[in-house]
């Protein structure tokens, strides 16, 4: 029965072959659909894998940017050489062109920080994983987990070292990169629901996740099963349930600085399972439904087109088919245009028979031509210089002369040898398996000669016709001088491929004439011509700084040409730029050959010139803000000389009380200037680096006795005590700027002073262990009871002209410059400034310098004899001063002092004086009309002015007190100096020194 099912009609078993069909095709789809599911869960696999591929990528090309940048960057003459003030704004102008660093740094191998785009709040940066990790290797390093103490959000530092000549860690830059920005690539992306991106340190600590978690916060361990398999299996996929419950197929890669480096950094993306599966099998279930409807069309067609005018066709087709088969190729069929197909088939069969006669008649002739050919063949193949062989499944049934030559073999030991004898055995199964296959292409093996040497072969095959039977013909030729020249050639092409197209710099090699004869891509591309259009070029055609005739003048000694310059290219358009070349001549066989190395430098010079303008500028600044506010400082000085000489005069004369007290606020008021102009003008010299430090021998508890003395009167104005505790094992003696050491501490200490209301002022001074050059390390702990520091203003603290309290409520007076010139006078000594406040509970300040120890030097210092002595009684003064209430209040105060003053308005007046009478000091101002005061104590020593005594002290009383004002008032050859306004204490203690010199003198 089941048989009878498959028998009939054409048109029957069409319907049943459709039927039939169906079956295996819908086993075939569910497959298809079995694999499309996996095709779509893998693609959505590789979508991570792609996406925290690309990140990973923007990463490395960030570090690696980062890292050129501090390459770059530390070559800067200001960074290299550790300048900390002009670093700092060098940094700023990097920090704007590249925002997205967070933070630069340039720090000492021992952690102390020279310059920072951040406020100092440590002291030291040495325990930084980036930061040791570059000074023991010596190269460019990545960090771990932190977070910005001014911003709480995480970055991750990389640090790179500078050497000195000798190879030595000189310094170290640091900066820092915010991960933000991951964020909002992962938002562009349309991850479903649920998906995260996260990012670890090489311990495993979250440096990043988006979107945030409260169940995964930063700083904190991420999964350590997922962290294993990362640190394991470098790059890949894994399933895990994260810590909110939910299982995701994550994906992950780690991030190294180079090849040879362990991971710095870890990226994961993962996407829950779920959400993966269901996209998937969406798809699946919409290709079935479209699947069963084709399914059920296909049958209801088969079943109408498998009619009457196929079927006649078909069965027409198959019965001309027998007969041609049964050897009448004369058989032809009729077209039958109702089905266009079954014709087409027709026609096809009817051009099939016409072909089969075609062939029979043609086969008659080749089997003629080919007895002829064999006649030819035979001669030929014994003319030839290679080896050839006829052979059957083997064994060799003819060969020419030059199979014999070849193998050594004659050609009677040849006949009904077999063939693979001539081939080595480490290419026989290769050779074995090309003549089971009917190989026909040409190809290489080794051959065998008789002696056993083993020699290259060029094989090429033939299937022929030979004494009626199938064989194979075979050509044998030795390449062994062949493989020899490619050999040389394979390795002269791979260097020079690696050497041309493998360089950033451009190649080319230059003849005796000049002439480019070749180059690499990059050098054409440089020159805007295609590799094509450079070779013929001569370099004067590209060289845009010097002429043909002098070009020729200075390679006139080709080919002997090795060095290394700078010169400017001519691009094809006309555009030049910079490059630099290094030449290299030598002689290739006969030929007179230079090659060249081009490397743009167009970026450089540009960088070079914008780092050299922006140097510029800011020493034109610094330097007109140096001058602008010396003369401003001497005519603030000069008034108010006169003002407070005046309040002095006031204050020493017979007035009341009401009166003395009023002259009292208005001494306080015209001293608080004086000193802000002073830290105005010490600002000034720090910023232009211009205050050089003044390296003396000096007693640190001279420091701590002038220091409690000066703050112990404000002990009666509130009820503040000072506290001074030294350690015992600290050297008295030291070697250091001891005049920036007690403005420091003064600043500090009274800062202390005058934000506590009540409670005490602790000053503490402890050693600290040596530093690595032997130096005495001190540690200063300034504390206090009073208002504290709020956080926000802890950073900005130390800015000019910042003061905590900044409404109309201010309890203590000042220009906010005391912190700032303290904090650069800190970095000039190379010392460490740190604060540490909690608000209304008061303020620690910690404050390390260190000091050389004077040899053979002990704990106890000697007291030092004081120096000021008092005056005469009565001395003849001449007074040189132009203006006029200076003049007249500084009359009065000498006067009060007993002592005969003649005043001069000039110089020349002042000489006048002196050709007239001997005095025992002369007073000088230094600006004024006619003739200064320097030129007045020029012909005053020079001797040619007449005065009677050129020796006569003399005494710069000026208006002129910025730093070195003093040292170059007593080169021109004046005895002292006081600055004004002048303070009578001062002006007396002066004059005491000057003219007790004098009077040992003539002793």
């Given at each position: 029965?089941?048989?009878?099912i498959?028998?009939g009609?054409?048109?029957k078993?069409l319907a049943?072959?459709?039927?039939a069909s169906?079956?295996?095709?819908?086993?075939?789809f569910?497959y298809?659909?079995?694999?499309r599911?996996?095709e779509n869960?893998?693609?959505?696999e590789?979508e991570?894998l792609t996406?925290v591929s690309?990140?990973?990528d923007a990463?490395?090309?960030?570090?690696?940017?980062?890292h050129?940048?501090?390459?770059?960057?530390?070559k800067?003459?200001a960074?290299?050489n550790?300048?900390?003030?002009?670093c700092?704004?060098v940094?700023?102008?990097?920090?704007?062109?590249?925002p997205?660093l967070?933070g630069l740094t340039?720090?000492?191998?021992?952690?102390?920080?020279?310059?920072?785009?951040r406020?100092q709040?440590s002291?030291s940066?040495?325990e930084?994983?980036?930061?040791?990790?570059?000074?023991?290797?010596?190269q460019?390093?990545a960090g771990?987990?932190?977070?910005?103490?001014?911003y709480?959000?995480?970055?991750?530092?990389f640090?790179?070292?500078?050497?000195?000549d000798s190879?030595?860690v000189?310094g170290?830059?640091?900066a820092?990169?915010?991960?933000?920005k991951?964020?909002?690539q992962?938002?562009q992306?349309?991850f479903p629901q649920g998906?995260?991106?996260?990012?670890c340190?090489?311990?495993g600590t979250?440096?990043?996740r988006?979107?945030k978690?409260?169940?995964?916060?930063?700083?904190?361990?991420?999964s350590r099963?997922?962290?294993?398999?990362?640190?394991?299996?470098?790059?890949?996929l894994?399933t895990?349930k994260?810590?909110d419950?939910?299982e995701?197929v994550?994906?992950?890669?780690p991030?190294?600085?180079?090849a040879d480096s362990?991971?710095?950094?870890?990226m994961?993306v993962?996407t829950?399972k779920?959400?993966?599966?269901?996209?998937?099998?969406?798809?699946v279930?919409r290709?079935?439904g479209?699947f069963?409807?084709?399914v059920?069309?296909?049958?209801?067609?088969?079943?109408?087109l498998g009619?009457?005018s196929?079927g006649?066709?078909?069965e027409k087709?198959?019965a001309?088919?027998?007969?041609?088969?049964e050897g009448?190729?004369?058989?032809?069929v009729?077209?039958?245009p109702?089905v266009?197909?079954?014709?087409t088939l027709?026609?096809?069969?009817n051009n099939?028979a016409?072909?089969?006669?075609r062939?029979v008649?043609e086969?008659a002739?080749?089997?003629?031509?080919l007895k002829?050919s064999?006649?030819?063949?035979?001669?030929?193949?014994?003319?030839s210089?290679g080896?050839?062989?006829?052979?059957?499944?083997g064994?060799?049934?003819?060969c020419?002369q030059?199979?014999?030559?070849?193998t050594?073999?004659?050609?009677?030991e040849?006949?009904?040898?077999?063939?693979l004898l001539?081939i080595?055995e480490?290419?026989?199964?290769?050779?074995?398996?090309?003549i089971?296959?009917?190989?026909e292409?040409a190809?290489?093996?080794?051959g065998?000669?008789?002696n056993g040497e083993?020699?290259?072969?060029?094989?090429?095959a033939r299937?022929i016709?030979?004494?009626?039977?199938a064989?194979?013909?075979v050509?044998?030729r030795?390449?062994t001088?062949t493989k020899q020249i490619?050999?040389a050639l394979r390795?002269e092409?791979?260097?020079?491929?690696i050497l041309?197209e493998n360089?950033?710099?451009?190649i080319v090699t230059?003849?005796h004439e000049?002439r480019?004869v070749e180059?690499n891509?990059?050098?054409?591309s440089?020159?805007?011509y295609?590799r094509?259009?450079?070779l013929?070029?001569?370099?004067?055609?590209?060289?845009a700084?010097?002429?043909?005739e002098?070009i020729q003048?200075?390679f006139?000694?080709?080919p002997?040409?090795?060095?290394?310059?700078?010169?400017?290219?001519?691009?094809?358009?006309?555009?030049?730029?910079?490059v630099?070349v290094?030449?290299?001549g030598?002689?290739?066989?006969?030929q007179?050959?230079?090659?060249?190395i081009?490397r743009d430098i167009t970026e450089r010079?540009?960088?070079?010139a914008?780092l050299?303008?922006?140097?510029e500028?800011a020493?034109?600044?610094?330097?007109?803000?140096?001058?602008?506010?010396?003369?401003?400082?001497?005519?603030i000085?000069?008034p108010?000389?006169?003002v407070?000489?005046?309040?002095?005069?006031?204050?020493?004369?017979?007035?009341?009380?009401e009166v003395?007290?009023y002259?009292?606020?208005a001494?306080?008021?015209g001293?608080r200037l004086?000193?802000l102009?002073?830290?105005?003008l010490d600002?000034?010299?720090?910023?232009a680096?211009?205050?050089?430090?003044?390296?003396n021998r000096?007693?640190l508890s001279?420091?701590?006795s002038?220091?409690?003395e000066t703050f112990?009167?404000l002990?009666?104005?509130?009820?503040?005590s000072?506290a001074?505790?030294?350690?015992?094992?600290?050297?008295?003696s030291?070697l250091?700027?001891?005049?920036?050491?007690r403005q420091i501490?003064?600043n500090?200490?009274g800062?202390?002073?005058k934000?506590?209301d009540g409670g005490?002022?602790?000053l503490e001074v402890?050693?600290?262990?040596?530093?690595p050059?032997?130096?005495?390390?001190?540690?200063?702990?300034i504390?206090?009871t009073g208002?504290?520091?709020p956080d926000?203003k802890?950073?900005q603290?130390?800015?000019?002209?910042?003061?905590?309290?900044e409404?109309?409520?201010?309890?203590?007076q000042g220009?906010g410059l005391?912190l700032?010139?303290v904090?650069?006078?800190?970095q000039?000594m190379?010392?460490?400034?740190t604060f540490?406040s909690?608000?209304?509970?008061g303020?620690c300040?910690?404050?390390?310098?260190?000091?050389?120890?004077p040899?053979?030097?002990?704990?106890i210092?000697a007291?030092?004899?004081g120096?000021?002595?008092?005056?005469?009684a009565?001395?003849?003064?001449l007074?040189v001063?132009?203006?006029e209430?200076?003049?007249m209040?500084?009359?009065?105060i000498?006067e009060?002092?007993?002592?005969?003053?003649?005043t001069?308005?000039?110089?020349?007046e002042?000489?006048q004086a002196?050709?007239?009478?001997?005095?025992?000091c002369?007073?000088?101002d230094?600006?004024?009309d006619?003739?200064d005061?320097?030129e007045?104590?020029?012909?005053?020593r020079?001797?040619?002015?007449g005065v009677?005594d050129?020796?006569?002290?003399?005494?710069?009383?000026?208006?002129?007190?910025m730093?070195g004002?003093?040292?170059?008032?007593l080169?021109a050859?004046?005895?002292?100096y006081?600055?004004k306004?002048?303070?009578?204490m001062?002006?007396q203690?002066?004059?005491?020194?000057?003219?007790?010199g004098?009077?040992?003198g003539?002793g």
């Amino acid at each position: 029965m089941t048989l009878q099912i498959f028998h009939g009609s054409i048109r029957k078993r069409l319907a049943l072959l459709f039927v039939a069909s169906a079956l295996p095709a819908t086993l075939l789809f569910l497959y298809a659909g079995l694999e499309r599911y996996n095709e779509n869960v893998s693609r959505s696999e590789n979508e991570l894998l792609t996406f925290v591929s690309q990140l990973a990528d923007a990463q490395e090309k960030t570090s690696l940017r980062t890292h050129l940048l501090l390459e770059n960057l530390a070559k800067v003459p200001a960074v290299h050489n550790m300048d900390a003030l002009s670093c700092t704004g060098v940094f700023t102008a990097v920090l704007k062109a590249n925002p997205y660093l967070s933070g630069l740094t340039l720090a000492t191998p021992e952690g102390d920080v020279v310059a920072t785009t951040r406020p100092q709040t440590s002291t030291s940066l040495a325990e930084g994983k980036h930061f040791k990790n570059a000074l023991a290797t010596k190269q460019f390093a990545a960090g771990e987990y932190l977070v910005g103490r001014l911003y709480p959000v995480p970055i991750f530092p990389f640090a790179y070292p500078m050497l000195d000549d000798s190879g030595r860690v000189r310094g170290l830059l640091l900066a820092s990169i915010e991960l933000e920005k991951y964020g909002e690539q992962f938002k562009q992306m349309h991850f479903p629901q649920g998906s995260f991106f996260g990012v670890c340190d090489h311990k495993g600590t979250r440096l990043y996740r988006y979107p945030k978690s409260q169940s995964g916060s930063i700083g904190q361990p991420i999964s350590r099963q997922m962290f294993e398999v990362a640190t394991t299996e470098g790059e890949g996929l894994k399933t895990d349930k994260g810590i909110d419950g939910i299982e995701r197929v994550n994906a992950f890669k780690p991030l190294r600085l180079n090849a040879d480096s362990a991971p710095y950094m870890y990226m994961f993306v993962g996407t829950p399972k779920s959400i993966i599966h269901a996209n998937a099998q969406r798809g699946v279930l919409r290709d079935l439904g479209l699947f069963a409807v084709a399914v059920a069309f296909t049958l209801t067609a088969g079943w109408f087109l498998g009619g009457k005018s196929l079927g006649l066709g078909l069965e027409k087709l198959a019965a001309a088919s027998k007969r041609i088969g049964e050897g009448d190729l004369s058989v032809r069929v009729t077209l039958n245009p109702d089905v266009a197909e079954v014709a087409t088939l027709s026609q096809a069969f009817n051009n099939m028979a016409d072909s089969l006669s075609r062939d029979v008649a043609e086969k008659a002739l080749a089997e003629t031509a080919l007895k002829e050919s064999g006649l030819r063949f035979k001669a030929l193949h014994n003319a030839s210089f290679g080896g050839i062989t006829i052979h059957d499944k083997g064994v060799i049934l003819d060969c020419n002369q030059g199979l014999s030559t070849l193998t050594g073999y004659s050609q009677e030991e040849l006949i009904g040898m077999d063939g693979l004898l001539l081939i080595a055995e480490q290419s026989r199964a290769m050779v074995r398996a090309n003549i089971a296959a009917g190989h026909e292409k040409a190809y290489e093996a080794f051959g065998l000669r008789k002696n056993g040497e083993e020699y290259p072969l060029r094989l090429e095959a033939r299937n022929i016709p030979y004494k009626g039977k199938a064989v194979r013909v075979v050509e044998f030729r030795d390449i062994t001088e062949t493989k020899q020249i490619e050999d040389a050639l394979r390795y002269e092409a791979q260097r020079r491929k690696i050497l041309l197209e493998n360089s950033s710099d451009g190649i080319v090699t230059i003849n005796h004439e000049h002439r480019v004869v070749e180059a690499n891509e990059r050098f054409a591309s440089m020159l805007g011509y295609s590799r094509e259009e450079v070779l013929g070029l001569y370099t004067w055609d590209y060289e845009a700084v010097k002429t043909r005739e002098q070009i020729q003048k200075d390679f006139s000694y080709f080919p002997s040409v090795n060095m290394v310059f700078e010169s400017r290219h001519r691009r094809k358009d006309g555009t030049v730029f910079d490059v630099e070349v290094s030449t290299s001549g030598a002689l290739v066989g006969e030929q007179a050959l230079v090659f060249a190395i081009c490397r743009d430098i167009t970026e450089r010079k540009r960088d070079e010139a914008e780092l050299l303008h922006a140097k510029e500028l800011a020493e034109a600044a610094n330097l007109a803000k140096s001058q602008f506010l010396a003369n401003m400082s001497h005519e603030i000085r000069t008034p108010l000389n006169g003002v407070l000489g005046m309040l002095q005069l006031i204050r020493g004369s017979e007035v009341s009380g009401e009166v003395e007290c009023y002259a009292e606020m208005a001494m306080r008021a015209g001293n608080r200037l004086t000193s802000l102009l002073g830290d105005i003008l010490d600002l000034s010299r720090i910023e232009a680096g211009r205050m050089p430090l003044v390296i003396n021998r000096f007693a640190l508890s001279d420091v701590i006795s002038a220091l409690t003395e000066t703050f112990f009167p404000l002990h009666y104005s509130k009820p503040v005590s000072l506290a001074v505790h030294t350690a015992q094992n600290i050297p008295d003696s030291l070697l250091g700027d001891e005049v920036r050491l007690r403005q420091i501490l003064f600043n500090l200490v009274g800062n202390a002073m005058k934000f506590t209301d009540g409670g005490k002022v602790r000053l503490e001074v402890s050693p600290l262990l040596p530093h690595p050059s032997g130096r005495a390390r001190l540690l200063f702990i300034i504390s206090d009871t009073g208002l504290g520091i709020p956080d926000d203003k802890i950073a900005q603290i130390c800015a000019p002209f910042v003061q905590v309290s900044e409404d109309y409520n201010r309890s203590s007076q000042g220009a906010g410059l005391g912190l700032s010139i303290v904090l650069k006078l800190v970095q000039a000594m190379n010392g460490t400034l740190t604060f540490e406040s909690t608000k209304g509970l008061g303020t620690c300040v910690y404050l390390t310098l260190a000091f050389d120890v004077p040899e053979y030097e002990t704990s106890i210092a000697a007291p030092r004899q004081g120096l000021e002595q008092e005056p005469p009684a009565s001395l003849r003064l001449l007074l040189v001063e132009d203006e006029e209430i200076s003049r007249m209040s500084a009359r009065l105060i000498l006067e009060k002092m007993k002592h005969h003053v003649v005043t001069a308005s000039n110089g020349a007046e002042a000489l006048q004086a002196l050709r007239e009478s001997e005095y025992d000091c002369v007073l000088m101002d230094v600006q004024m009309d006619v003739m200064d005061g320097l030129e007045t104590t020029r012909q005053i020593r020079s001797g040619s002015s007449g005065v009677l005594d050129t020796q006569v002290p003399i005494i710069a009383m000026t208006a002129y007190a910025m730093t070195g004002d003093r040292e170059k008032f007593l080169e021109a050859g004046m005895d002292g100096y006081v600055a004004k306004p002048v303070q009578v204490m001062e002006l007396q203690a002066e004059l005491g020194r000057v003219v007790a010199g004098r009077g040992e003198g003539k002793g």
